[in-house]
């Protein structure tokens, strides 16, 4: 079967805001898994994703855009983003986990001496990037939420919006996780030591309320560890969480504000969160409760070093609108254009594009402009990175091989962290009518044994097909006179010829008139025209009737008397035939006149 490429140009236009710093997702999720994994989903509150990875992916870049908005980042904050299997059982699982991955000390531009600050802090404090290549933060969420095990029949909910449902929030757990990554933690251990025995940026804020000297930093171990465990008794002081603290209706003893310190030691969770009677529930308590303030969470990273720019991050919204056609066709190049325009000022961060891959095509290349492209199954995405500040056009060509050359869909979406009023404007698809393989038309030359009076005889001609075609294809023929005479030897035939789609030959069968006479073997000639969906190379086929009447025998008798009448018997065909082809040749002049006399009367 013959193969034919297309070529499928995409153009993809946005309007976009440049960030000035930005939290990287670094997807190290391998193919077909967690934020790859291309099982079909509904696109859902502003989320236009349609595949499980792809709504994973949006959704955490959703959640750092706010961020974004909530602190000053200078340097772009890296983070290593992977979903895997955590466990859990039907009432309770660890939903995800997050850590610096390093932390620095005494580096240029550090507010305090001897204090570590955890690396993304760090950068941006100093304004350089002071560990080049390394992820800032790591990250895991636990992808068996979205199983039947795992919580029962609840599953995340990966929309952008704060909608009252059963589900796990993904947007809340993927903030909270990320600002611990950003210091909302310490390096002090459950024993109380501090980390070489320098205190960190966050610890020096913490103190116990009942034991004396009450500041985590001025402690022994032993003391610390103590304080640790002291529920209601651990106080953050910070003086901008001590003047937030007035939005507080509980959780608070004066300005103070109570972190969580149960007792036994939760590893993971104690110290580093606040605690959980803090009214209104905040982002960084040790629970996931729904749509949590930020207002503490804010104020406590200003006490670390950031600089907040607001307490209360608004949702990343826009209207992207994805419409395709086909632009123009030459020869087998398709052209599909795809716009999207954005009518909010917000930045467009990391916009991709999804194109489940139709079985009956094979990708052979995949080249945008900017940003890149994989395959994860039959999905293929393109992440077209961040978008210029001004109108954007970032083009993506597909070289796509059309195995069985046969009408396709291809559907595609477009989707980035915004949220969309009108999901519906994301999705588009566009049908593709190839032009059909033409195929080469050739009739071979046929031969058939005349026969005897009576005999239903015919002379079989083979007309084949270069290739197989979606298409019917349709070829005239006739045959005309050599040697054997229409009406005498044969009888005369035309018409059309049609050759079903799918199939790579035909028959056109001329019906022979058999005799008893002696003769040579004769030639009529079957001629094709007018090809359809088809183009004839091979035109003329010569059919060859073959007699079958041999003489009959009788006994010779002796010496040149048998050579007489071989002699004898050969002089007389040669007079039958002779005498025959008189007959035709009458018969063919007396045709001709008749039909000048039919043509001039």
Known sequence: MKL????????????ANAATGEIVINNNDGS????????PVTPVGGNAAITLGQARLNLFRHASLMLEEMINITVPVQVDAKMESLGGDANSAVLGGASPTI???NFSGAPLADTWYVIALANTLS???LAPGVDDITTTFNSDVDGDVVLGSTRWYYGFDNSANTDIKFLPTVQHEIVHGLGFLTFMNASGVLLNDFQDAYVR???DHNTPPY??????????????IEDGALHWVGDNVRAASSNLVDGTFGDHVLMYAPNPYADGSSVSHFDISVRPSDLMEPFLTSNPDTIMTAALLEDLGWTVLTHTPSQPAANIAATAQIAGISNQTFSLGVTATNTDTDNVPHASIEFPVPSNITLTNVSPTTGSCTTHDSLLRCNLGTLAATTSVVALTLDATINDNQQTTLGFNLSSPLFDNDVSNNLAELTLNPQPVIPDISVANAMATEGDPGDNTQLSFTINLST???????VDYMTSENSAVSGLDYLQVSGTLTIPAGSTSGLVSVPLIPDNEIEPNETLTLTLSNPVNGTIVSANAT???VDDDAPSSSASGGGGGGSMGLFLLALLLALVYRHRSTIKKHAQSYAANASRNETSS
């Open 4 to 15: 034919h490429n297309f070529i499928f140009a995409i153009v993809l236009l946005i309007v």
């Open 103 to 105: 932390g620095a000390i």
């Open 127 to 129: 304004g350089s990037d």
């Open 468 to 474: 197989a075609t979606a298409l019917d294809v349709d």
């Open 205 to 207: 804020h913490l103190e």
């Open 32 to 39: 077909s898994e967690g934020f790859n994994d291309p099982t």
């Open 543 to 545: 059919g060859t009737i």
């Open 215 to 228: 500041k985590l930093t001025e402690m022994t171990d032993a003391q610390r560890a103590a304080a640790l």
